[in-house]
């Protein structure tokens, strides 16, 4: 890698897209703790499965517990603050490590907190709202498309940050967690 800007273009990308996604969960987590009753209602009727067809197969799922219902809201609002305080390391981690072109720690934290968002958003809202709680039946309750586009979106950041020449500077002149 060369030491000209054009060698940074790419690291810097990653660096701005992993503060785009450090931004989005940071508001959300945010959101979620001040005005706390809007999603909680969103959490209590997905998981109480009580605007879906109501089919006595899957009915069995619903969860009417509001102290459970409770605790799974509490646990999605620690997730996204933990995955917001990663995403917002990794930022950081970038800011020092453009300096030197040296970017492992940036990487690693940066992927961390991707994958942080991608497991809440894909497993945790597409595929147990979605899916297990039929999320996707519910006219008024059905949060799959925005689940979608995060996730979407922080796999696109998420292999921008794995690009070829995105690591900067690494041992050895290879790619990130690359030995010889």
Not at 23 to 31: C, I, Q, R, S
Not at 121 to 139: N, P, R, V, Y
């Amino acid at each position: 890698m060369t030491k000209t800007g054009g060698g940074r273009a790419l690291p810097v990308t990653a660096a701005l897209l992993t503060g785009t996604v450090a931004l989005y969960m940071a508001l959300v987590a945010f959101g979620n703790i001040t005005d706390y009753g809007t999603n909680q209602q969103f959490v209590r009727h997905v998981l109480a499965m009580d605007t879906t067809f109501k089919d006595d197969d899957l009915m069995w799922r619903a969860i009417e517990s509001r102290t459970l219902q409770d605790i799974a809201y509490i646990a999605i609002i620690s997730w996204e603050t933990l995955a917001a305080l990663v995403l917002i390391t990794a930022t950081a981690l970038y800011g020092t490590g453009l300096r030197s072109m040296d970017l492992t720690r940036a990487r690693r934290a940066s992927t961390a907190g991707l994958l942080m968002t991608m497991l809440l958003f894909g497993a945790g809202f597409i595929a147990i709202g979605g899916e297990w709680f039929s999320m996707w039946q519910s006219e008024d309750w059905n949060g799959l498309d925005a689940a979608l586009r995060v996730f979407v979106l922080s796999g696109v950041v998420l292999l921008v940050v794995h690009l070829p020449g995105a690591a900067g500077r690494a041992t050895g002149g290879g790619d990130v967690g690359r030995t010889r």
